[in-house]
């Protein structure tokens, strides 16, 4: 909350103050049952505690499932919660401090220079390529090093994850380096995918190509995921892929696989677009390839535009068309002098400060000039393009940068920011519609969903904004007097897009702070560096493979250690 609301009804303040005292016993109650879980959950040092015994874990739950079933309710959303209260961190009593003193301004403060003129700086690699060179990196007999990428968690837990499964991968200070092809390690195994969905897909599909069973855990994320697109498609795969947890929707899951595979596979259009991604990219290692078609409204081609292009440049046959690819069976070879594309959310993101940073008096001469590769034709990097030019930036790709530069006159009606093709992108457009509204445009966006409405409305209260509904879209309109940032508490951003989002909009409106800086590390662990040391930052923030973890070749048994965060249903 950023302020204590009056009410004018007394009964409606009676029942806030009673929801208050319930809540901040429930809080207490959840952080000493945290306590107890930790005590059955042993940790060794510099590594991530042990799984809860899954006895114990089944006794607690059957005394949530008593208690609902009388009432006959849908047991997921309990499971849901139940899975969400298992994965609290003993030690977390922020949320507890924050209930306790609400109006107390804590947390990393955001107060970028004003006004700062040109921007020149790095974009990081692209962490889907990176992720993706990867997964063709183990199925190829000759060795293979990638520079330019951000050792993240992500990318961190799919290397300890393909170790696992007999690749030998290490990262040092230039880059991460793969010894060659991977060794058949799916069978018998227990496998942790860390929280991002990417890796575990990329594992699953490559696991098609060995006959056995084999175990996959990870984060929370994961375990909330919806599996059940996946389930449906894995027997025309040759594969039985079925929950561990009955009533879960998520891992821990077990895989059977008989390793027969179809020459070609049609996509469901609920099938999530990374996991044909993943397919595509581990079909070379099947014995006659495989081809992926789908209908022509799928969300299929532009997706996998991207991992065709890759394919052929690792000396692959693919080819697509608007409902097809056809990727031929073969031994991946690196390529010579390969770079990786910026990353979207990163590049994007620097690509819009000059929304921001003008000078005095010399707004409109603003620009960018971000050092990287930025895919002319490919999505998500063309329709990134096209939404910086509705908010009136041209984007000029290079051979070796791109350079952003107010361009497009805005129309003098409403603007439409657009995120229906590419949701994941809306923390972003938010925040692009918001530095325009406080600029004096009218601006309207698409929220994907009344979730990721309720989180824009969130950053939107700080900044003094609100949103209209107007037919299927959303306006961004000044709510009046933005509220003193010194009496507002610390946002708890929903995750890394959204903090992205606050720290653009915090040019605009300087002195909000967060709740949970430390989440933007699961994009970039140097994005503060960056960010403080603008407009002309250090090249190469980041990018050094060693420079936040330290040079380590990986073995079978590490496994990278959860951490808390605010988690999106």
């Not at 049609?266 to 209908?295: I, K, Q, V």
């Not at 010194?486 to 300087?510: D, E, H, V």
Request: proline residues 9%; charged residues 20%; aromatic residues 6%.
């Amino acid at each position: 909350m950023s302020k204590e609301p009056t009410y004018t009804s007394p009964s409606k303040a009676r029942l806030a103050d009673e929801l208050s005292r319930l809540d901040k016993e429930l809080i207490s109650l959840l952080q000493k049952r945290s306590a107890l879980l930790a005590e059955a959950q042993p940790q060794t040092a510099g590594k991530r505690p042990k799984d809860l015994d899954s006895d114990l874990e089944k006794t607690i739950w059957r005394v949530w499932e008593s208690a609902i079933s009388p009432a006959k309710r849908d047991t997921r959303l309990w499971r849901t919660l139940f899975t969400l209260v298992q994965e609290l961190p003993p030690a977390d009593t922020g949320l507890a401090e924050a209930v306790e003193s609400s109006d107390k301004t804590q947390g990393f403060l955001l107060t970028p220079r004003a006004h700062m003129g040109d921007v020149a700086a790095q974009s990081p690699g692209s962490h889907d390529m990176a992720c993706f060179n990867l997964a063709l990196a183990v199925q190829s007999p000759s060795p293979f090093s990638l520079s330019g990428a951000v050792l993240n968690d992500h990318l961190v837990s799919l290397i300890k994850s393909l170790n696992q499964a007999g690749a030998s991968l290490h990262w040092d200070d230039e880059g991460v380096h793969s010894r060659g092809p991977r060794e058949q390690g799916f069978d018998g195994k227990i496998i942790y995918a860390g929280d991002s969905p990417l890796t575990l897909y990329l594992l699953l599909a490559l696991a098609l190509a060995e006959p056995g069973r084999c175990k996959f855990t990870g984060g929370t994320q994961l375990k909330l995921a919806n599996l059940a697109p996946l389930i449906q498609l894995f027997p025309s795969l040759g594969t039985r892929l079925s929950q561990v947890i009955p009533g879960s929707r998520g891992i821990p899951a077990r895989i059977e696989v008989s390793a027969v595979l179809p020459e070609e596979v049609r996509l469901p259009r609920d099938l999530p677009p990374l996991f044909a991604c993943a397919l595509a990219l581990a079909a070379p290692s099947y014995p006659n390839g495989m081809t992926l078609s789908w209908e022509e409204d799928a969300p299929f081609a532009d997706a996998l535009a991207p991992v065709a292009d890759l394919l052929t440049a690792w000396s692959l046959n693919a080819e697509l068309s608007p409902t097809a690819l056809s990727v031929s069976p073969g031994a991946p070879e690196p390529p010579e002098n390969y770079r990786l594309p910026m990353d979207p959310r990163i590049g994007s993101w620097l690509l819009a400060l000059p929304l921001v940073t003008g000078q005095k008096g010399k707004e409109q001469d603003a620009k960018a000039v971000i050092d990287g590769v930025w895919p002319r034709d490919l999505a998500p990097w063309s329709y990134l393009k096209n939404l910086l030019r509705a908010a009136s930036l041209d984007v000029t790709p290079g051979a070796d940068s791109a350079v952003s530069r107010f361009g497009t006159k805005a129309d003098k009606g409403s603007l439409l920011l657009d995120s229906t093709a590419f949701p994941e992108y809306f923390p972003f457009t938010a925040s692009l519609a918001a530095v325009l509204a406080m600029n004096g445009k009218r601006v309207r966006i698409t929220p994907p969903s009344d979730t990721e409405r309720g989180f824009a409305m969130e950053l939107y209260e700080r900044l003094g904004l609100t949103l209209t509904q107007e037919g299927e879209s959303f306006t961004v309109v000044k709510s009046g007097q933005a509220p003193d940032t010194r009496k507002l508490t610390p946002w708890l951003s929903p995750g890394p897009a959204w903090t992205l989002a606050m720290a653009l909009a915090a040019f605009r409106r300087p002195g909000m702070a967060l709740a949970n800086p430390g989440g933007v590390t699961e994009l970039m662990p140097g994005f503060w560096t960056l960010y403080n040391a603008l407009p002309e930052p250090p090249k190469g923030l980041g990018q050094s493979m060693g420079q936040a973890r330290g040079s380590k070749k990986e073995t079978s048994d590490d496994k990278p250690k959860p951490k808390g965060r605010r988690i999106r249903l």
